[in-house]
């Protein structure tokens, strides 16, 4: 995406015959690199030094260009950070705080309050992430028991079986709050035995084994309870949502409710189709940014 947004400053860029626009710019790069290499007189050592050329060539474009073009460039480089489509990592300490605070580093957030990040690891599946639509629901209900939660990820595969497409394969790890209790999953493959759960990044996540095939739909459902010190804090008047967004991926459709024993007072944000109804909050957007949701109780 970084590219392509780029491409619309720089212009097309030719590689020996080869001429690469903002419109085919995927297309052409994948069957370069995967499919038509050999017949265009590349090696499997060399057959992605197209990709070194093309930035070389942009880089020089972009130089060239950078006093009148330097409000467009700056616009397109924050657009693709803030979506986490560019990643950027530093050892100086000053600036990695920068980058960090800035959300750009690709960091998993540390918070005591609720928390949802979705991993997809696309294994053996070629460029099938390409045609794959996929949209997150959230579900969190107070009960006696405490906050028990439910995260449903849902899959289309929109591809055919071809050089670059196929049977989606891909092991998802669900990240939450540390000391969340798994109580039933549903819609992964194999039993429950190739269920995984464990701790990383200051998070537990639960992980299941996924594979989809052409034309076909899927999910994966994972319903646990959250551990005690969130409800705490929902019982003393505040609640706490962040779902970060898996750098790469696009999720187009984000479902958000929230359900609790007292009516809510207040929320945050307003502007993403919010809908309040007493004790129970909605929300229906789209997950190109990380996003932070907030309520306050009577």
């Known amino acids: 995406d970084l590219i392509i947004d780029l491409l619309e400053i720089t212009g097309p860029i030719k ?8 419109d085919n710019f995927l297309e052409l790069l994948q069957s370069t690199t995967e499919k038509d290499y050999g017949s ?4 499997s050592w060399n057959r992605k030094e197209d990709i070194g050329r093309i930035t070389k060539l942009m880089y020089e474009r972009l130089i060239a260009n950078l006093d009148s073009k330097r409000p467009e460039i700056t616009n397109i480089l924050k657009n693709n950070l803030d979506r986490k489509n560019v990643l950027v990592y530093a050892n100086d300490k000053e600036l990695a705080n920068y980058l960090q605070a800035s959300n750009w580093d690709g960091a998993v957030r540390q918070t005591n309050d609720d928390y949802l ?3 997809d690891a696309n294994l053996a599946a070629l460029k099938t992430d390409a045609v794959i639509n996929r ?5 969190l209900e107070e009960t006696s028991q405490g906050l028990m939660a439910r995260v449903v990820v849902n899959y289309a595969n929109t591809g055919t079986y071809t050089w670059k497409t196929g049977k989606y394969q891909s092991y998802t790890r669900v990240f939450v709050p540390k000391g969340s209790k798994l109580i039933k999953a549903a819609g992964f493959f194999g039993s429950e035995k190739d269920l995984t ?3 990383e990044l200051g998070k537990t996540y639960f ?4 594979e ?3 034309g076909k739909i899927g999910h994966l459902s994972f319903d646990y309870l959250l551990p005690d010190n969130i409800w705490q804090l929902v019982r003393a008047g505040n609640y706490q949502l962040t779902i970060q967004k898996q750098p790469g991926s696009n999720i187009n459709d984000l479902r958000v409710r929230l359900n609790f024993a007292k009516a809510i007072k207040s929320f945050s944000p307003q502007s993403l189709h919010a809908n309040l109804l007493g004790k129970e909050i909605t929300w229906k ?3 190109d940014f990380d996003k932070n949701f907030s309520l306050s109780f009577y």
């Not at 590689?15 to 903002?22: A, E, G, N």
């Not at 265009?40 to 090696?43: K, N, T, W």
């Open 197 to 199: 759960v464990g701790e």
């Open 285 to 287: 957007d789209d997950l």
């Open 15 to 22: 590689i020996d015959q080869r001429i690469y626009t903002k």
């Open 135 to 139: 949209n997150i629901s959230y579900q």
């Open 207 to 210: 992980g299941a084994w996924l």
């Open 117 to 119: 990040l979705v991993v």
């Open 40 to 43: 265009l007189g590349l090696s």
């Open 212 to 214: 989809i095939e052409p």
